[in-house]
């Protein structure tokens, strides 16, 4: 099993191999350079995005009855408690990581198939929700004609959380193991099916690494529909990342 070591080599190492390869840096540290206040609105969106993802997670379980995630110190807006270095390191530098898995035991649950799809989709769900209402301001300005530089300008910066959030919420229902989108179809499944297609949840993780080293692949499968929630959430916008 890898540790948080080895992975942070393994970074250091896929990172320099792009930029000699693409003989560009990565999209943030580029912006970095080039627009410090864009770059560090989009930081500010990767650590709300996930810090409320994993919230929702631990609050779901609670209010369903298991409180594994509470006594972990997770039922908490802290981003300390949610982040994890590692991953929070890939999605600036690479645009895909993770945040510290939010633990829940399903035998405290009344409905271990439901309960568990539920609490799942509770945080990519408090993403969409999250963007919705960063949006709000824009779509009265936009649908009520009274867009002005001022508006412009401030979702020009804004759009980065926007985009980083509907990016969690979409990325995470890919029902692939360990995303959330796995449990989630498990528990829209019917029962006869349920048992067949958790045994996949062991080859989730070969299945994810694949479509990382294939990123085109990847792109292809989250980007439309990123983009048509963006368009609904942000018309007439162009988003500047």
């Known amino acids: 099993m890898f540790r948080n070591s080895n992975i942070i080599q393994l970074l250091i190492v896929f990172l320099i191999a792009?930029?000699?390869?693409?003989?560009?840096?990565?999209?943030?540290?580029?912006?970095?350079?080039?627009?410090?206040?864009?770059?560090?609105?989009?930081?500010?969106?990767?650590?709300?995005?996930?810090t409320v993802h994993e919230f929702s997670h631990a609050f779901v379980?609670?209010?369903l009855g298991d409180p594994t995630a509470k006594l972990q110190g997770r039922l908490t807006l802290n981003p300390a408690s949610h982040l994890d270095p590692v991953g929070t390191l890939m999605i600036i530098f690479l645009g895909i990581g993770f945040g510290k898995p939010t633990p829940f035991d399903p035998y405290n649950l009344r409905n271990i198939k439901r309960d568990s799809?539920?609490?799942?989709?509770?945080g990519a769900v408090s993403n969409f929700i999250l963007a919705i209402l960063l949006s709000v301001?824009?779509?009265?300005?936009?649908y009520t004609h009274s867009l002005n530089p001022t508006i412009i300008q401030l979702y020009?910066?804004?759009?980065?959380?926007?985009?980083?959030?509907?990016g969690l919420g979409v990325f995470n229902l890919l029902p692939v193991s360990p995303l959330d989108g796995?449990?989630?179809v498990a528990g829209l499944l019917p029962r006869?099916?349920?048992?067949?297609?958790?045994?996949?949840?062991?080859?989730?993780?070969?299945?994810?690494?694949?479509?990382?080293?294939?990123?085109?692949?990847?792109?292809?499968?989250?980007?439309?529909?990123i983009a048509k929630i963006?368009?609904?959430?942000?018309?007439?916008?162009?988003?500047?990342?």
């Open 192 to 225: 006869d099916w349920y048992e067949d297609f958790m045994q996949m949840e062991r080859y989730g993780i070969f299945i994810l690494m694949l479509l990382l080293i294939f990123p085109g692949l990847l792109s292809s499968i989250v980007f439309p529909p």
């Open 117 to 122: 799809a539920l609490i799942s989709v509770a």
């Open 156 to 166: 020009y910066y804004l759009s980065a959380l926007i985009f980083i959030n509907v």
């Open 18 to 50: 792009n930029i000699l390869i693409s003989g560009h840096l990565p999209r943030l540290l580029s912006l970095l350079l080039s627009d410090p206040i864009l770059a560090l609105s989009t930081i500010a969106g990767i650590i709300i995005g996930i």
């Open 230 to 241: 963006i368009e609904l959430l942000l018309p007439g916008f162009s988003t500047p990342i």
């Open 61 to 63: 379980a609670y209010r």
């Open 182 to 184: 796995f449990k989630v």
């Open 137 to 142: 301001p824009y779509l009265l300005a936009y």
